[in-house]
């Protein structure tokens, strides 16, 4: 199970962190992933980050101002928004990325997600 | 980062109609194509993945299919539950993990 929380109203320009914990399974063992949807708009993808935290990739428009991270000891996921715009105001979900066949990746498990909206 | 293309982006059939979305690539792909179900106001769940494997506990009545950069995803009789938006997602490189634009179904 993944709950997501940290969501919420942040004006244009402020900075938001999103926490994700997961229960159930062993949270070390996986790349872990977030996605964001617009209201009204299709699934985009934001970052993954690999096992160990030692690897990680994001989205080219977003970079520089999200920066996704872990922590194995809290089971817990976690992504840093900054610079924020009314263009970032979406549902953020993350998801456990599985591999249900060697060198094939999957989102298997997903959050309920977590609503960021910007505006003043 | 790699683009993927849905086509309809919105579709209306009826009960027991055979229904099939498409998804290219912007560049061969292999068989790294996953498709997943969202209805409003939930989380996708995962379908298909490796272009044709059937997510355990997900109905035989759907199918994908393809490899390069053409994919198909086929509900060969669909049902009421079936209203929902579908998505293909490329994982060929662990750098991005994009998604289409979706396909909304209408029964």
């Known amino acids: 199970q993944l709950v997501e929380s940290g969501g919420g109203l942040v004006q244009p320009g402020g900075s938001l962190r999103l926490s994700c914990e997961a229960s159930?399974?062993?949270?070390?063992?996986?790349?872990m992933t977030w996605v964001r949807q617009a209201p009204g708009k299709e699934l985009e993808w934001v970052a993954n980050?690999?096992?160990?935290?030692?690897?990680?990739y994001c989205v080219a428009s977003l970079k520089g101002r999200f920066t996704i991270s872990r922590d194995n000891a809290k089971s817990s996921l976690f992504l840093q928004l900054s610079s924020l715009r009314a263009e970032d105001t979406a549902v953020y979900y993350c998801?456990?990325?599985?591999?249900?066949?060697?060198?094939?990746?999957?989102?298997?498990?997903w959050g309920q997600g977590t609503t960021v909206t910007v505006s003043s | 980062d790699i683009q993927m293309t849905q086509s309809p982006s919105s579709l209306s059939a009826s009960i027991g109609d055979r229904v099939t979305i498409t998804c290219r690539a912007g560049?061969?792909?292999?068989?790294?194509l996953n498709w997943y179900q969202q209805k409003p106001g939930k989380a996708p769940d995962l379908l298909i993945y490796?272009?044709?494997s059937l997510q355990s506990g997900v109905p035989s009545r759907f199918s994908g299919s393809g490899s390069g950069t053409d994919f198909t995803l086929t509900i060969s009789s669909l049902q009421p539950e079936d209203s929902a938006t579908y998505y293909c997602?490329?994982?060929?490189?662990?750098?991005?993990?994009?998604f289409g634009g979706g396909t909304k179904v209408e029964i």
């Open positions: 998801a456990r990325v599985g591999i249900p066949r060697r060198g094939y990746y999957v989102m298997d498990v």
């Open positions: 159930g399974f062993t949270f070390s063992s996986y790349w």
């Open positions: 980050i690999k096992q160990d935290g030692n690897e990680r």
């Open positions: 560049q061969s792909i292999g068989s790294y």
């Open positions: 490796a272009a044709s």
């Open positions: 997602q490329q994982t060929y490189s662990t750098l991005s993990f994009t």
